[in-house]
């Protein structure tokens, strides 16, 4: 027993998992783990608690007490019929001798007004002298005291169905182990990854409930937020005859691929390729998988351009790269349930690390993955657990998986490789060869060959003398408009002055606040409450509020500083244009204008406060003209999609009055305006940038289902 329960689970943390696990084949809906005060090693409790079917003292003395029970290898399913249960060795249950000295056990069936009891003290295996009939274990019925609505510990109604009260109370007390905050860390990540991220599994929902000062560990387990936003995926299915269906994306690369066909053993290495559906293989030295049918999903990030994570969870670059820490890795679930130690911390049991010392450039790391491999009990039977359920048994099957994982991988390597060559060979184009911005083109050429060659044709010399003078004059015009953006680029100095000088006082005052607010909390907490108590309450509240405000205004006119801009990063152009509306919320909000923008997630390689520029001179634009339409129709609604070709077109329309179309061809151009205060730079401002940095183009469109102006954006570099 001693063996099976302290040796044979490797943490605390998978103790836990393996009751979770247990509640799980039972039916349950929910489960609570409740850690009581005192969570030093010889005092304290945990408590394991669930809404499953339940169990009578026949079940509890027979099949719970005894290991290695072939129960649930006899019925692979729940008492309900919905689940495929996890365990078939016995041996989950014994997690509990791991994590305590005793156990309470408290059991209410379905339909059952009695609960079952029984206490276990683990202390009695310690003695060796004793046999196995020796060791007094208590058990008893008795009137339902626990697994009842009336049960404080947990919420009204837990134990609560259709079918009655049911449930299950594990109560482990004497903690073996002390539990302190990477105890609760590492048990957070465990169960965050026990039910695959990927697939949720319906109804099960698992929470933990933290004393004091761990109560941030206090809530239900859900997936990491960083993992939703990746730069590449791969999805889809290996049969078991190895008919391959996979969906490969560079987000910020167009189109996904769809590779279709076959996946071949070659050599005598183990090793696995793809063969194309068009292609007929060897049969005669073809096999099918021994590992038998795969669903998978890789997630994978380019590590040192993270800020489309940061853009969208609103966390700090060090704090992506810890979650990614964290929770690298390539998973195995079974039947939606994580299979361990597969994706643990330094896991790498598909020896990414090891074939990127031979390749850095072209391989993906552990550390930049985060994927699973889904299997079943039923339809994957080769893949055995090892008999302490920890990892599978190294037999073929196991071999043929981790070989086919790596030539999914290996495919979706050769795309990376493609993405990253191809969007460099474009830089280079941009950087390389291009001459001074206000370098005059030399006409003296052209205009020795004409009086040399054609002396008498005097309209062909003064052709050429118009349009020198007119091309000098349209440098001058360029010069102005650079001038203006010299003086936006003060203007991003000063605001970059703005943001270094301000943010320090307004963290000082929003740190003093929340110590303010702390202190009188809790002197209205320890029985000081008064009207003038309440009041600073509010006070430093309202401090706080505002200074959320403060920040959001320094975040929100970040990306218009001066500071010099690296490399575009890879973001979501949804959420910057959404940031650029709440650059103008409340001239959006006084001019009662609908603000329509897309749901969907395109991930380009972009300079942010380009983009923001370009976007907030179309807002203006359209809220400047939507004022002189009905206050009840004012609408401004942006599209995006991703052509064919990978270029990038973004739409932003408004129900205005449009534009006359005897000036359609004049708005483009600089200083043209019909504003009776406008400089007429915003939209050649605009065309500079799309044209200029994103070999794009900037175009009225031809008509609106708005009504009102549509301008098309295309970005076709650097996306």
Same mark, same amino acid.
């Given at each position: 027993m001693k063996t099976l329960g302290e040796e044979l689970i490797s943490s605390d943390t998978v103790a836990i998992i393996e009751l979770v696990k247990n509640a799980y084949d039972a039916g349950a809906r929910n489960v609570l783990i409740k850690f009581d005060d005192d969570l030093r090693a010889g005092g304290g409790c945990i408590k394991v608690i669930d809404n499953g079917s339940g169990m009578g003292l026949d079940v509890i003395r027979g099949a719970w007490m005894e290991p290695a029970t072939p129960t649930k290898k006899q019925n692979k399913k729940s008492l309900d019929g919905t689940r495929r249960v996890l365990g078939e060795k016995?041996? /989950?249950?014994?997690a509990a001798s791991r994590l305590a000295v005793s156990l309470e056990l408290i059991s209410r069936q379905q339909g059952?007004?009695?609960?079952? @009891?029984?206490?276990? +003290?683990w202390t009695q295996f310690d003695d060796e002298e004793l046999y196995l009939d020796e060791i007094k274990i208590r058990t008893l019925q008795r009137d339902a005291i626990e697994i009842s609505s009336n049960n404080d510990v947990v919420s009204k109604g837990f134990f609560e169905s259709a079918s009655g009260t049911h449930g299950t109370i594990l109560k482990m007390i004497g903690l073996r182990n002390s539990w302190e905050e990477m105890s609760f860390l590492a048990l957070q990540r465990g169960l965050s990854r026990l039910v695959s991220p990927f697939s949720k599994v319906d109804g099960f929902d698992i929470k =933990?409930?933290?004393?004091?000062?761990?109560?941030?560990?206090?809530?239900? $387990?859900?997936?990491p937020q960083t993992v939703k936003y990746p730069h590449y995926t791969v999805s889809g299915t290996i049969s078991e005859t190895g008919l391959v269906d996979l969906k490969y994306i560079v987000h910020a690369g167009g189109d996904p691929v769809r590779v279709l066909g076959k996946i071949v053993p070659v050599g005598d290495d183990g090793r696995w390729e793809f063969l194309d559906s068009n292609i007929e293989s060897d049969e005669s030295n073809f096999r099918s998988p021994a590992c038998g049918a795969l669903d998978v999903e890789l997630r994978i990030w380019d590590r040192d351009d993270l800020g489309n994570i940061v853009q969208m969870i609103k966390s700090s670059i060090s704090n992506v790269r810890k979650d990614l820490d964290a929770f690298a890795g390539v998973n195995i679930y079974r039947d939606g349930f994580r299979v361990l130690p597969y994706g643990e911390p330094n896991n790498d049991w598909l020896r990414l690390d090891l074939r990127r010392v031979q390749n850095p450039t072209l391989r993906i790391s552990n550390n930049q993955i985060f994927g699973y491999v889904q299997i079943a009990a039923d339809r994957n039977p080769e893949l055995k657990d090892q008999s302490n359920? %920890?990892?599978?048994?190294?037999?073929?099957?196991? @071999?043929?998986?981790?070989? $086919?994982?790596?030539?999914?991988?290996?495919?979706?390597?050769? @795309?990376?490789?493609?993405?990253?060559?191809?969007?460099?060979?474009?830089k280079k184009k941009e950087e390389g060869g291009r001459p001074g911005?206000?370098?005059?083109?030399?006409?003296?050429?052209?205009?020795?060959? &004409?009086?040399?060659?054609?002396?008498?044709?005097?309209?062909?010399?003064?052709?050429?003398?118009?349009?020198?003078?007119?091309?000098?004059?349209? =440098?001058?015009?360029?010069?102005?408009?650079?001038?203006? @953006?010299?003086?936006?680029?003060?203007? /991003?100095?000063? =605001?970059?002055? &703005?943001?270094?000088?301000?943010?320090?006082?307004?963290?000082?005052?929003? /740190?003093?606040?929340?110590?303010?607010?702390?202190?009188?909390?809790?002197?209205?907490?320890?029985?000081?409450?008064?009207?003038?108590?309440?009041?600073?309450v509010e006070r430093f509240s309202n401090i706080l509020g505002q200074g959320g405000v403060l920040d959001g205004v320094f975040r929100r006119i970040e990306p218009f500083g001066g500071r010099r801009r690296g490399k575009p990063a890879q973001l979501y152009l949804e959420q910057l244009i959404r940031?650029?509306? +709440?650059?103008?919320?409340?001239?959006?909000?006084?001019?009662?204008?609908?603000?329509?923008?897309?749901?969907? %997630?395109?991930?380009?390689?972009?300079?942010?406060?380009?983009?923001?520029?370009? $976007?907030?001179? &179309?807002?203006?634009?359209?809220?400047?003209? &939507?004022?002189?339409?009905?206050?009840?129709n004012r609408i401004v609604a942006v599209t995006v999609k991703r052509n064919s070709d990978g270029a990038v077109e973004i739409i932003v329309a408004d129900s205005g009055p449009g534009v006359p179309s005897n000036i359609r061809e004049l708005i483009f151009e600089p200083y043209f305006t019909t504003k009776s205060d406008g400089v007429g730079l915003g939209l050649s401002i605009v065309g500079d940038i799309v044209t200029d940095y994103y070999g794009g183009n900037l175009e009225l469109m031809d008509s609106n289902p708005l009504g009102g102006a549509a301008f098309r954006i295309t970005l076709k570099r650097r996306v």
């Open positions: 016995g041996v /989950g249950r014994f059952s007004p009695l609960e079952s @009891y029984a206490i276990f +003290d =933990i409930s933290a004393p004091a000062p761990f109560q941030k560990f206090s809530k239900s $387990i859900e997936p359920r %920890e990892g599978l048994r190294e037999n073929q099957a196991y @071999y043929d998986l981790r070989e $086919i994982m790596i030539a999914i991988l290996s495919r979706m390597e050769v @795309y990376r490789r493609q993405y990253k060559r191809k969007d460099d060979t474009q911005l206000f370098d005059l083109i030399d006409f003296d050429d052209i205009k020795t060959h &004409l009086s040399q060659k054609h002396p008498d044709d005097k309209a062909a010399l003064d052709m050429v003398d118009k349009v020198e003078k007119d091309y000098v004059r349209r =440098i001058e015009e360029i010069k102005l408009v650079v001038a203006r @953006y010299h003086g936006l680029a003060t203007l /991003g100095q000063l =605001i970059d002055g &703005l943001l270094h000088q301000g943010r320090h006082p307004l963290a000082k005052i929003v /740190g003093y606040a929340r110590l303010g607010l702390n202190s009188v909390t809790r002197l209205k907490e320890e029985g000081g409450d008064s009207p003038f108590v309440s009041k600073l940031d650029a509306h +709440d650059i103008l919320a409340e001239e959006f909000q006084r001019l009662n204008v609908v603000f329509s923008s897309p749901d969907s %997630e395109t991930l380009v390689s972009i300079d942010p406060a380009e983009f923001q520029e370009i $976007i907030v001179n &179309l807002f203006q634009n359209s809220l400047y003209w &939507l004022k002189l339409v009905d206050g009840d």
